[in-house]
């Protein structure tokens, strides 16, 4: 199983930016792909997740300004975050989980400034 994903990049607080997952290979019909974040000194922590069945679920600190959407016939996931603040700086992981596996995508940088 890979994971690519795309989209990161510097942009000013109270911008947009909107990061895309591809999952490919040999992935169980029931899964679960999610957004993860790390910030520099911290541990990585969950954005938002979106099952196979279609349910999608938020981390407080992100709920009313990113929304996560699937394509679940491609095992795409994407991430529109909109009124971003500088906190948001972290490098973003796609995430894909399945029976009692997991994996993880290569991860891409949002840099938000003030």
């Known amino acids: 199983v890979q994971l690519q994903a795309s989209g990161g990049g510097f942009v000013q607080a109270g911008g947009s930016l909107n990061l895309s997952c591809t999952a490919s290979?040999?992935?169980?019909?029931?899964?679960?792909m999610g957004w993860y974040r790390q910030a520099p000194g911290k541990q990585r922590e969950l954005v938002a997740d979106?099952?196979?069945?279609?349910?999608?679920e938020y981390a407080d600190s992100v709920k009313g300004r990113f929304t996560a959407s699937r394509d679940r016939t491609k095992n795409l996931l994407y991430l529109q975050m909109n009124s971003l603040k500088p906190e948001d700086t972290a490098v973003y992981y796609c995430?894909?989980?399945?029976?009692?596996?997991?994996?993880w995508g290569q991860g891409t940088l949002v840099t938000v400034s003030s």
């Open positions: 995430n894909i989980k399945f029976t009692r596996y997991a994996f």
């Open positions: 290979g040999n992935i169980f019909r029931i899964n679960v």
């Open positions: 979106a099952t196979s069945g279609g349910r999608i």
